[in-house]
C-alpha cells in the first residue's frame, strides 16, 4: 500500500493559465474523490468517480473545472482559465465501495495552488 | 442537506489535560461519521470512525461516540500529549457511500 500519490506538491500560475493536477489512488480502491480546502476551513467536495464513472459534481465545480478518469485508474483535474479565487489546496482520497459495503477514505497530500 | 458543526478553535491544553472537541451533524438517514487529523504540515489521516448509533470508535488514545439522539460524536482524548498538535476535522458520509462533508476543523494546541 503506497497511499494516494498527487502531483505536483505544489503548482504556481498566472491567472488566466490553465493547469492539470493528477491523482494516483491506492491500487484496489476502485472511487476517487476530489475536494478542495482552502486556508481555515474544511475540505469541499468537488467530484467523484467510481471506475471510470463520473458518479457526481459540486455546485462548485464550475464549466471551468473538468475531471476525468479514464482508464478507471488515475485521475486529472484540469482548471481552465485560473482565477485568483481558484487558489487552494486540492485533495484527491481514493476508497473500496462493494455492494453495501463503504471503506473509509484515505488522503494523498494534495496539490497546492497559487493564482499570481 | 448535509451537515457537520464543530467547535471553534484554537484550543490551547497543557499537556495531560483531558479534551473534548464537540461535533454535531445534521443528516438524512443512516451516516457514517469519522473524524481525521492533520498534522503540520502532512495530509489528512483518518482518526477514528463509526458507522452506527452507540458505537463508539477508537485510536491512539482518542474516542467518539455516535449519539443519534444528540445526532453528536464529539472527540475525547483523557491525556492529551505536545504530539496531538494538529487540526481535528469530524466529517460524515451518507448511508449511500460517497463523498465525505466536512466540519470546519479545530485547532489543538497542547504546550508542555
Known amino acids: 500500500d503506497t497511499g494516494v500519490s498527487q502531483n505536483p506538491r505544489h503548482k504556481i500560475t498566472k491567472r488566466g493559465q490553465n493547469v492539470t493536477f493528477r491523482c494516483d489512488p491506492i491500487?484496489?480502491?476502485?472511487?476517487l474523490y476530489w475536494y478542495r480546502q482552502t486556508l481555515g476551513q474544511g475540505p469541499e467536495f468537488l467530484t467523484y468517480f467510481q471506475n471510470e464513472a463520473q458518479l457526481e459534481k459540486s455546485r462548485l465545480l464550475s464549466d471551468r473545472f473538468s475531471a476525468e478518469r479514464p482508464k478507471g485508474s488515475f485521475s486529472t483535474l484540469e482548471i481552465q482559465r485560473t482565477e485568483q479565487g481558484d487558489s487552494a489546496m486540492y485533495l484527491c482520497?481514493?476508497?473500496?465501495?462493494?455492494?453495501?459495503?463503504?471503506?473509509?477514505?484515505?488522503f494523498g497530500d494534495g496539490t497546492r495552488l497559487s493564482i499570481l | 442537506g448535509n451537515s457537520v458543526t464543530q467547535m471553534e478553535g484554537p484550543v490551547t491544553l497543557s499537556e495531560e489535560a483531558f479534551l473534548t472537541i464537540n461535533c454535531t451533524y445534521t443528516?438524512?438517514?443512516?451516516?457514517?461519521l469519522f473524524w481525521y487529523v492533520q498534522y503540520p504540515g502532512e495530509g489528512l489521516q483518518l482518526l477514528l470512525k463509526a458507522t452506527k448509533a452507540d458505537d463508539k470508535g477508537s485510536n491512539k488514545g482518542f474516542e467518539a461516540t455516535y449519539r443519534k439522539e444528540t445526532t453528536s460524536f464529539h472527540l475525547e482524548k483523557g491525556s492529551v500529549q505536545v504530539s496531538d498538535s494538529a487540526v481535528y476535522f469530524c466529517?460524515?458520509?451518507?448511508?449511500?457511500?460517497?463523498?465525505?462533508?466536512f466540519g470546519q476543523g479545530t485547532e489543538l494546541s497542547v504546550k508542555p
Open positions: 466529517a460524515l458520509m451518507g448511508n449511500q457511500g460517497g463523498k465525505l462533508i
Open positions: 443528516a438524512t438517514g443512516y451516516p457514517s
Open positions: 491500487s484496489e480502491h476502485n472511487r
Open positions: 482520497a481514493s476508497s473500496f465501495a462493494g455492494t453495501g459495503t463503504y471503506q473509509p477514505q484515505h
